[in-house]
């Protein structure tokens, strides 16, 4: 019977007895892992034995454990489901990138995915001949997209910064007939509140340095999906070499323990939050997937069961009185990540795109008087006063 994610949270993918009786996995630090005869290394390379891996390049036993972890997390208990842990969430769309396409392979990709893997796509990809277009976050959209020589469809879902939602289950049925893989970054869902490969998505990527970690203390990308699609990245990743460190994986593991505990508090938090700001005098919109408001709210009623600590929404004013608004505030850090303990609070026009003219900003969708924030851990009645005080400043 699978478990409940709470329990897989604190359990998942740890064997029950573990070295020297501790109760928690042990920080392995180690480059190689000797052989005790050449005998033994036969039996290795023949998959007679199991082992840990002969350098650290091709992984570690502290690894083995996380990824184990993470996928009983996505993979709902699921023994077909693997995991991938990198360097970091970027290194996990690179790696998978460069694994999966060759010269002359089409890749559909929507138009608010992280910017990084846009950039990756249409500024590094298209120099080996890998094509490539862009689209709305919509089934119809990406069925026109499609090319015969398509081979990967790149999502996100909720989507950075305006949390649009794809209708998954649509997205999946529309690849398999058109024999096109599909790749989901779910980093801002999480497996707590969806699980991608439930509905037939192909492969799934986290930057774990978000909710997964937890605690804005690490850096670490996974890539979750098939047994077999994760065994053949792996082999690609080991040339790579953006490897986690043994310790990133021990402090991920750790991190994972309360990823149940912690996500309940992010979900009611964001919620609580994205209601206060619907309704404030100084807040011309707001983009929350548990607003009904919102325009794609009916797909994430759907396969969503919470919908994160991430709200993103306008001030009634300019670029300067959004910097007024964040400067003002006292609980959150003006920072670029998400998905820790500690609330964060950023302009997507300066944070992320400061690069960008004017003109350019409105061609992408991106206001200067947009504010992101994610919800911390903190009490959420403090944060809404405290955002009530720095609104009511402009």
Partial sequence: MARRIDTES???GEPRR?????????????????FGSTDELHQYFRGELQRSEEYGRYGNP?????????????????????????????????????????????????????????????????????????????????????????KLVVTESPTNPYLHSV??????????????????????????????????????????????GGH??????????????????REAHGMFGAIVSPFTAYLLIRGIKTFAVRMRQHNATGQKIAEFLETHPRVDR?????????????????????????????VKGTTADASRVIDATTIPYLAPS?????AFIEQPALMSYYDKSAEELEAIGIKGELIRMSAGLED????????????RSI
């Fill in 167 to 212: 209708d998954l289950q649509g997205l999946a049925t529309l690849a398999r007939e058109r024999n096109v893989k599909t790749l989901v970054d779910a980093t801002l869902a999480t497996p707590f509140n969806m699980r991608p490969l439930e509905y037939g998505i192909d492969l799934v990527v986290h930057s774990a340095t978000k909710y997964l």
């Fill in 286 to 314: 707001v983009w929350y997937p548990g607003l009904a408001s919102h325009p794609t709210h009916h797909i994430a009623a759907r396969q969503m069961t919470g919908f994160g600590g991430l709200i993103s929404f306008t």
């Fill in 62 to 150: 502290t690894q083995a454990v996380a990824e184990q972890k993470i996928a009983a997390l996505e993979g709902g208990g699921n023994p077909q489901v693997a995991a991938l842990l990198t360097a970091s969430g970027m290194s996990a769309i690179v790696t998978l990138l460069l694994a999966m396409l060759r010269p002359g392979m089409h890749v559909v990709i929507t138009n608010d995915v992280y910017r990084k893997t846009r950039v990756f796509v249409r500024d590094f990809l298209s120099r080996f001949g890998v094509e490539h277009t862009s689209c709305e976050p919509s089934v119809d959209a990406v069925a026109a997209a499609l090319r015969a020589n398509t």
């Fill in 380 to 391: 959420a009645d403090e944060l809404i006063a405290d955002l009530d005080q720095a609104l």
């Fill in 338 to 342: 998400l998905g820790g303990t500690e």
């Fill in 216 to 233: 804005n203390d690490l850096m670490a990308g996974a890539i979750v999906g098939a047994e077999h699609l994760i065994d053949a990245t």
């Fill in 18 to 34: 573990k070295a020297h009786d501790a109760i928690t996995n042990p920080l392995v630090l180690a480059s190689a892992y000797p």
């Fill in 10 to 12: 604190v359990h998942g």
